[in-house]
């Protein structure tokens, strides 16, 4: 009787397993630069600094810099607005936008930064 | 012990924390004055899993037992669980907007925390949805069981398999904690606060119901 129960349990939580791994493309936003060619509405592209220039408009009204995504590409992202914090040193950066011919144009950076929690330098 | 010395007694614990964290916390590398969001966020996070937990193990004794006060106990704490779930949600939300430049953005934690809010909305539309006292302990305890099993899945192993944009959890897979030991003493006071805090509710939520036979929960 225990064992049986246990079995159950252990089959529904197989069962569980099994259906995020079935669903898994819904769990996470985040596409390559390839998938978001094909994209009709925006898109969250996730990647990294490819190159440490950030180039800035002189009103700093739009930067441009080169985001390398997870399959290796890399694409020249247009954002219209100021130059979110740490983005030099982000981990990890979202894109959230639309690709028009050849580039990316993004309405939203989100950035991740490295998890630190020791005290800043100047305290 | 009288409950409402314990009241006392951890309200000014809270206290204490909160001084702490405007006060003794220094302002961090990367996040500055908002690592202070963290001391509220990580422990409601936390305190909601717990709640969880406690909500299946006692659906547990419930359905060995067959004695209705597992089932209050059950029941409250999934209640508890998802209040302390809403605040981790609303606080991570604030948090994202700050740090990463938008409240929601389906970001893996986001969508799992999403799900679990569901699955335990669902818990109480199922309580509500059956008159009968025993049988309604007996559906909902193995209901509490089952989305039980998922929070593994949800909370722990998920967003650790995706690229998220929510900071690697203090408690790293590398077993480090890198954290100044001041915040790490925080923290763990904010935590202890926090689940102090929902013992406390759980028992008086549990304390207000009476048994039919007539004797009491409270001791």
Redesign the interface.
Known sequence: MKKSRMLC?VV??GF??YN?FIYQS?????VTFAQARSAKSAV?V?GTLATPIIAQTEDRQAIVFALRD?AGEEVTVIYRGAK?D?LE?AT?I?A?GKYTSGQFLAD??????????????N? | MNRKVIAVVIAIWIAGVMYAVFNLVPPVEGLGNLVRLAFFHIPVAWVSVLAFLVSAVTAGQYLRTRQLKYDWVSASSAKLGLLFCLLATVSGAVFAKLTWGAYWNWDPRQTTIFILFLLYGAYLALRSAIEEEERRAAVAAVYALLAFLTVPFLVFIIPRMYFSLHPEPVLNSVGKIDMEPVMLYVLLAALAGCTALFGLLLSSSVAGKTIPSGKGMDE
């Open positions: 349990l529904v939580a569980i397993a995020i819904s769990l996470t936003p985040y969250q996730k997870e979110p740490g040193q990890g979202v959230v939203k950076l989100l950035v991740k930064c490295p998890s630190k929690y020791q005290g800043s330098v305290k």
